[in-house]
């Protein structure tokens, strides 16, 4: 009895909470809107974020944060905000970085920085982000815990040759001092329309692992291959050849993908190819399968080229993506509460997707959930997919990002690890 007493105070003080969330997300509306606009205006390319890390720096110093923590892992953040009451840790991370692509939809904050875009919603993110920062900084008398704000440069990847993103800011110790209990985070999308989210339980998004492969043969005159070996001929072959992994030797209920994205070579039509480069990426849903697909290409890359005198030279990128799995008693929790804050219509269950996020990294080392904040609306015409020019959010996802995102670090600080 005393129990369930217990439980609807607590649903009680919980919904009473929600509708207090609700209205100051509302409420910051404006301000969303215009932070969001501002880091939409003068996006900044992967680890280059430097104007978006001085702004967010500058906004959460006003709001008084016990720590801000700047130059991690280059243009990173890491913030920490003291309750009044002693408890648990949690955190909230964004990512900072735009892509090089360039803006052609015609809106009052189009990009300023030709060429680059927030083509990924980051711009949408860090707004959510500061919101909630902002909320519960005006909470702080009843806040039980600390709340650790992670802000991410580069998770699109870094230049090559450089470090980045989320492996970068953890190896500067982003998830130390204090080390959090659980860690949640959103990516914007028009996948749904806007008042919604979604949500995968488990296999949430795909590893992606990039690689350049090099296939060298040898040059001579096109009118006599025999005294060459013809690299785009071997190509080709190697081409088709590891599409057979897909469908020849890996479980058909397993899901991966290798795509070949680019292809080079040659230089005249009238010499025999020295070389071909190809480049391309991985992805899978499973650490085992991805293991089993690099020693694969290997073998069929060896095979293929030994047939016919080539050889080969596979490069994987520096920077990778691990699989993203919401632990599915925690997504199970974590799904309830979105349902509280918007209504169980709003709060939709969603098929995992092929695309990569390194959120997946911090997932390794902490409990956590990532969800999909849905800011699609057709009669204005913002249902254009991430990383494309005419990509855009409905602004009215501002206020969802915060409430929701708010809701899940206070009950957070509520939950048994
Ligand atoms: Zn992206
Ligand atoms: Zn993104």
Redesign the pocket.
Known sequence: MLAILLCSAFALSAQSRDARIAQRADALRPTLIETRRDFHMHPELSNREERTARVIAEKLRKLGFDEVRTGVARHGIVAVLKGAKPGPVVAWRTDMDA?PVNETIDVPYKSRNPGVKH??G?DVHMAVALGIAELLAGMRQELAGTVKFLFQPA??GPPEGEEGGAPFLIKQGALDNPRPHFIFGLHAGAAGPVGTVGYASGPAMASGDEFTLTIRGRKSHAAWPHQGVDSVTVASECVLALQSIRSRRIDPLQPMVLTIGTIHGGERHNIIAESVQMRGTMRTFNEGVRENVRTMMRQTLDGCTAAHGANYDLRWGAFSYPPLINEPQLAAWSAAVLQRVLGRDNVHATPPVM?SEDFSYYLKDVPGFFYWLHGANQSRGIVHG??TAEFDMDEDSLPIGVKTGAALLLDALERKP
Do not use: P, S
């Open positions: 892509l083509a990924c980051h998770e699109e695309g991430n990383h």
